[in-house]
């Protein structure tokens, strides 16, 4: 009996079973309708009934969004207005006769789920997960378009939104850890809880390592494969799911998880399936401890895998008892510090074994194990040192990004402030910290300290003043090449060497790659780990009167990151002599390029070249921490890589633009990429770079330079006017010879390059319009004559 029962009992769920199916078949939502989280429906299914829109439990109230309906739990893939407060159950969402799909609280306050333009006819749950509107059958909102913390299958992430994770897995709202498709063609994942801009290449901990490419949008496909593609449809394959089961029905989801890693998961709707209908297929990290930021600001992270676990520093406590990923603090500030500049305070210092900061040191010096604990105890802004190989890096408070793993043999010293000793948690893994208590009387330099390392220590005190803020030469680029490693830091950081390290190895100073403004280039081959480098030397000439150019450089390029940008790679200064360690590039320069090659370039390549460096430019105008004016824009001083990426170099004239000071004095006039303000005694913008740009734009072009002399006509020895004529006569084939080219693009080109040259400062266009005008997103009006140019010749 018990048996017909339970076999009826059977038939009967099958049978609502299919017909809840089959009204699912036709589950166009139509106007009017309405969801309620307490009387029924809560939710919309989509025809197979894996996925539901609706509302869902949150905190102590509900959130409305889509989740994949599974079993044991339900997994949230998407949440209108994540970061508003959870509804109570006497709210409702309505989709109204007016078109719009509304949430309305109990208070009556109303909030739209979806930003319409126009007003919708019918919205639709489909089995992809993705949750339409309708006018007139054409899709006017969906919520692939507006993704939060997950791809599925058939969405994409473009260059407009990031995934952002959830705070965690219960909670739905914004979370710290972000991850971009990035327009260098990078996708990167960044953290954003150090205090630092959220983007900032220091916040970066993972990245695919396509920068340089055009890819412009990572794709999940219905199958399993996670990719990035670029506008002509090539593809870099990030992971490739090959499940076996995969006849049943399956959907993936790319999520980027309240733990920063970035995972693939493989729902499946087996019968029988209990605890694994849900499995990890792929993720970028094994490891979270190599999460930037999943532990707080002076806490660390140490163990492996899943099983890790954040500590604060000795003499730091938890900020809130029950997260440590909230990060530790100490009550001693660096006001106090520097309130009492020249007394020195007596610090306790502790060592820990084992420790690495991905975070950068202000300073990178080579040095002894106890000089280098005492130079930390000696600097007033120092936290922490980090003795690694001979280099002591040393740190400022908050100490970012730790991880104690027992492959390193570092040793890290902690400042410890005399009663801040109270609470912190003692790791499991792999020793507890050694405290080494000392006295320190008060002496500014110890005389410990070999009198070479005294100069250096003077100077990176002095250098100290400019990086202390911001020290970001950390490229996220570089993570790509090398995975984040132990010893890394050193790589990412402005080395100073000695001058005989240099000397050796540019085998006293013997192949010359060129001259820039401030003196010659050498080559030279560096020792870094697991092989060599090959590095460009700058020996900088006149050092009495270079010293503040120096300076400048320093700061200005020690905060600079950019594709398109030279980067420096260290610098050394010892009595009169000072030189600047480059990355090395090994397509020399533009004007080597494009002046003295055999063949001429071809027309895409220049085009693309034309590009990177208005890109290069625009960092330093708008993009950069402090806003550069490079000043000296031209040929000679933009660099190819082997890829022929146009790199700008030489920032020896880049004045920092402070809020009052638009003038730059004392310097010489050179050349014909100057714009005509220099002469004039006039406030000097940025829009002197636009008019050298202008110049170079036109330069490439023409594959010849502002001035030549070798030429048919004397209308053509100044470019500029030449380049006017034969744009205002429409003659532009004149400027490519017999190139074949792209007509509409010439054209745009040189209009845009008769803009940047005008005479009048305001009438050049602001690079960030340049660009535009060059992509062809804004038009170029018709350029008037170049007024300078009219009297002088
Ligand atoms: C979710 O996290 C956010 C940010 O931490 C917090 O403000 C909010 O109160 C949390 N919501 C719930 C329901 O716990
Ligand atoms: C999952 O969602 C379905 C409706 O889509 C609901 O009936 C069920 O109660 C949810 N399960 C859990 C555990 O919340
Ligand atoms: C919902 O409304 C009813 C009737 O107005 C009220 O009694 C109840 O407390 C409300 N529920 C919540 C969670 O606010
Ligand atoms: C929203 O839907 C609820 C439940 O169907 C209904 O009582 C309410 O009047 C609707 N509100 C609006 C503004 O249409
Ligand atoms: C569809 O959009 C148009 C505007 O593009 C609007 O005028 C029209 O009312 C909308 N249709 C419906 C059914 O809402
Ligand atoms: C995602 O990108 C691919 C490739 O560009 C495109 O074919 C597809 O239509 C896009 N999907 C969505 C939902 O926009
Ligand atoms: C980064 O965090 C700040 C502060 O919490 C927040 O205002 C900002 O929107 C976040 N940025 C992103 C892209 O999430
Ligand atoms: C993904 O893996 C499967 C099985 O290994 C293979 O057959 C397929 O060709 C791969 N797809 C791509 C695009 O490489
Ligand atoms: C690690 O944690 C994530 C997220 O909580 C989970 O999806 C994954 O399965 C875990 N991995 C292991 C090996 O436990
Ligand atoms: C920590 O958790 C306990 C119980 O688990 C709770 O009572 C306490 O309020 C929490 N403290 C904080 C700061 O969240
Ligand atoms: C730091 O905290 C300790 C213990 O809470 C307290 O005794 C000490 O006075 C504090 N020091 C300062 C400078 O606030
Ligand atoms: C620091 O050192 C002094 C002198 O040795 C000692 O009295 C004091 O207890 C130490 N403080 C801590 C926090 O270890």
Not at 487 to 493: A, D, H, I
Not at 507 to 535: C, H, M, Q, W
Not at 775 to 787: A, K, N, Q, R, W
Request: proline share 4%; glycine share 6%; net charge neutral.
């Amino acid at each position: 009996m018990a048996m017909v029962l339970a076999v009826f009992l059977l038939l009967l769920l099958l049978c609502l079973h299919v017909r809840a199916d089959q009204n699912q078949q036709s589950n166009l939502i139509k106007l009017g309708s309405s969801l309620s989280p307490r009387t029924d429906p809560s939710s919309w299914a989509s025809p197979s009934g894996h996925f539901a829109f609706g509302f869902y439990p949150q905190g102590n109230g509900f959130a409305v969004g889509i989740w994949i309906v599974g079993l044991p739990k339900n997994t949230t893939v998407w949440t209108a207005n994540r970061d508003d407060p959870p509804v109570s159950s006497n709210a409702t969402l309505n989709f109204t006769r007016d078109g719009v799909l509304v949430l309305r609280t109990e208070d009556g306050r109303e909030r739209p789920i979806a930003d319409l333009e126009d007003t919708a006819d019918s919205a639709s749950m489909l089995d992809t997960g993705n949750f339409v509107l309708y006018n007139n059958s054409d899709v006017i909102w969906e919520s692939f378009d507006h993704p939060t913390n997950t791809l599925l299958g058939g969405q994409n992430l473009t260059q407009r939104d990031s995934l952002i994770s959830a705070v965690s897995s219960s909670n739905h709202s914004s979370g710290i850890f972000l991850l971009r498709m990035q327009s260098d063609g990078n996708l990167v994942a960044y953290v954003n809880n150090s205090g630092l801009p959220e983007t900032d290449a220091e916040s970066a901990y993972w990245a695919s390592g396509t920068s340089g490419s055009d890819f412009s949008l990572l794709n999940l496909n219905k199958r399993g494969l996670l990719r990035l593609f670029d506008y002509h449809s090539n593809a870099n394959i990030l992971a490739n799911s090959s499940y076996a089961g995969s006849k049943r029905i399956t959907i993936y989801r790319a999520t980027i998880d309240p733990d920063g890693i970035f995972r693939m998961y493989l729902h499946h709707f087996f019968d029988s399936c209990t605890n694994s209908c849900e499995k990890v297929v792929w993720q970028n990290l094994e490891d979270r401890c190599e999460v930037k930021g999943y532990c707080g600001l002076n806490s660390y992270c140490s163990g492996r895998g899943n099983d890790t676990d954040c500590y604060c520093y000795p003499g730091f406590t938890v900020i809130s008892d029950n997260k440590t990923s909230l990060g530790c603090s100490q009550n001693f500030t660096e006001d106090d510090c520097i309130g009492r500049k020249y007394q020195v305070k007596q610090y306790n210092i502790t060592t820990l074994e084992n420790m690495q900061w991905a975070d950068n040191p202000y300073s990178v010096i080579q040095m002894k194990k106890d000089d280098c604990k005492k130079s930390c105890q000696e600097d007033c802004y120092c936290g922490a040192v980090l003795y690694s190989s001979g280099n002591c890096n040393r740190y400022k408070l908050p100490l970012r990004y730790g991880r104690r793993s027992k492959n390193m043999s570092t040793l890290a010293f902690i400042k410890l402030i005399h009663g801040g000793f109270t609470n912190y948690r003692t790791p499991m893994v792999p020793s507890s910290p050694t405290v080494i208590n000392e006295e320190n009387p008060h002496l500014l330099l110890s005389v410990a300290i070999s009198l070479g390392s005294i100069t250096c220590l003077c100077f990176a005190l002095a250098i100290s003043g400019f990086l202390i803020y911001k020290h970001r030469i950390h490229s996220y680029r570089k993570h790509s090449e090398n995975k984040i490693t132990p010893g890394l830091t050193e790589q990412f950081t402005i080395r100073s060497f000695s001058f005989i390290e240099l000397r050796e190895a540019t085998d006293n100073f013997k192949e010359e790659l060129g001259r820039g403004s401030f003196g010659a280039v050498y080559k030279g081959t560096l020792p870094v780990t697991g092989g060599t480098k090959i590095v460009a030397i700058k020996k900088l000439e006149n050092v009495e009167d270079g010293e503040r150019e120096f300076q400048k450089e320093m700061t200005a390029i020690g905060r600079t990151n950019h594709r398109n940008l030279v980067r420096l790679l260290g610098y050394c200064v010892e009595g009169s002599k000072k030189l600047l360690v480059y990355e090395y590039l090994s397509n020399g320069s533009l004007a080597d390029f494009l002046f003295h090659n055999k063949v001429r370039p071809i027309w895409k390549e220049r085009v693309r070249i034309a590009l990177d460096v208005a890109k290069g430019i625009l960092y330093l105008h708008e993009e950069c921490v402090v806003r550069i004016i490079h000043c000296n824009i031209r040929p000679q001083n933009i660099l190819l890589d082997d890829s022929l990426t146009a790199k700008i170099s030489d920032f020896g004239l880049a004045k920092l633009l402070m809020a009052n000071q638009t003038s730059v004095t004392g310097i010489k006039i050179t050349g014909g990429h100057l714009a005509p303000e220099w002469q004039r005694n006039a406030p000097i913008s940025v829009k002197v770079d636009v008019y050298s740009f202008g110049i170079v734009l036109l330069e490439i072009i023409c594959c010849r330079s502002s001035i030549e002399l070798k030429v048919c006509t004397a209308d053509e020895i100044l470019l500029s006017s030449w380049a006017y004529n034969c744009f205002h006569s429409g003659e532009l084939n004149k400027l490519v010879e017999d190139e074949e080219v792209d007509l509409k693009m010439l054209e745009r080109m040189v209009k845009v390059g008769l803009w940047c040259i005008q005479d009048d400062p305001t009438l050049r266009p602001s690079m960030k319009n340049v660009i535009l005008m060059l992509e062809g997103t804004m038009d170029v009006p018709i350029p008037p004559y170049p007024l300078h140019y009219s009297l002088d010749v």
